[in-house]
């Protein structure tokens, strides 16, 4: 008992003189940075089947009118809905011309593909919604989430 008081009034005083080990440092915890703040998402990219033809019948070297299709592609075909694939599928040919290559065509194939599989699993998704709920107030309901 006697070893139990010592103890405690040596705690006591280090701790009071700032020796003890375990007494709050005095060292300055410097703030925490600001977030930088962050940029807004890229909007989706635009899909105007009319600015395709419109690079498809302006450029007169049929390599240089398939760079520029693959480029348009590339860069606004994800945005592209299925009637708008379906279009440059369709005038692609006339479009295009001596350009209009396989690798052109499964370009706008493979875009088409995927456009199809967005839109079949979206259906699916909005197939198990329980009637007469709205997709976002079935989505907070859902334990997936939680």
Same mark, same amino acid.
């Not at 300055?28 to 395709?52: D, G, I, L, Y």
């Given at each position: 008992m006697l070893f139990s008081f010592v103890t @405690? $009034? @040596? +705690? $006591?005083?280090?701790?009071? #003189?700032?020796? !003890? !080990?375990?007494?709050? #440092? &005095? *060292? *300055? $915890?410097?703030?925490?940075? !600001?977030? !930088?703040? $962050?940029? /807004?998402? /890229? /909007? /989706?990219? #635009?899909?105007? +089947?009319?600015?395709? &033809?419109?690079?498809? @019948? +302006?450029a007169h070297d049929p390599l240089e009118r398939k760079r520029r299709a693959k480029d348009w592609l590339a860069g606004h075909g994800a945005g592209c809905s299925i009637e708008k694939l379906l279009t440059l599928k369709a005038n692609r040919q006339i479009w295009l011309g001596t350009a209009d290559t396989p690798d052109l065509a499964a370009t706008i194939d493979t875009l088409i593909d995927a456009r199809e599989s967005a839109n079949a699993r979206e259906s699916a998704n909005a197939s198990l919604q329980p009637p007469g709920v709205p997709p976002a107030a079935a989505a907070e309901r859902s334990p997936a989430r939680r």
């Open positions: @405690l $009034v @040596l +705690t $006591v005083a280090l701790a009071g #003189s700032g020796l !003890a !080990a375990d007494a709050p #440092s &005095r *060292k *300055k $915890v410097p703030a925490p940075a !600001a977030a !930088a703040p $962050v940029a /807004p998402p /890229p /909007p /989706p990219p #635009s899909c105007q +089947t009319a600015e395709f &033809r419109e690079i498809c @019948l +302006t």
